[in-house]
């Protein structure tokens, strides 16, 4: 069974920055798509960054492009969100995912979710 565990949320203020990590055990990463997901307060879960199976294409969507940075270490089985110029609507509980087949950015359903990790960004 895959497992995925986020960690590196907390609170931090506005214009900082925070690295996100997850970590996969069970299956080696690279063999699914991954997806960084989040859900603020109130809000819908959203899908923020992709990256293609095998090491493929990396998308963002556009509240974090340019800010946010998806890179992964596969020794460690470990994908990594690099979180820059923070806002305070980034607050959010922050996922990642992964799947047998794709990730696409507008599209949350995917096979495995982690539990999710903490982000609050206030001064």
């Known amino acids: 069974q895959l497992q995925l565990v986020e960690s590196g949320g907390g609170l931090v203020q506005p214009g900082g920055s925070l690295r996100l990590s997850c970590v996969a055990s069970g299956y080696t990463l690279d063999s699914y798509a991954i997806g960084w997901f989040r859900q603020a307060p109130g809000k819908e879960r959203e899908v923020i960054s992709c990256i293609g199976s095998g090491g493929g294409r990396v998308s963002y969507a556009d509240p974090v492009k340019g800010r946010f940075t998806v890179f992964r270490d596969n020794a460690k089985n470990t994908v990594f969100l690099e979180m820059n110029s923070l806002k305070p609507e980034d607050t959010a509980v922050y996922y990642c995912?992964?799947?047998?087949?794709?990730?696409?950015?507008?599209?949350?359903?995917?096979?495995?979710w982690g539990k999710g990790t903490l982000v609050i960004v206030s001064s």
């Open positions: 995912a992964v799947d047998h087949v794709s990730c696409h950015l507008g599209d949350v359903n995917m096979d495995y």
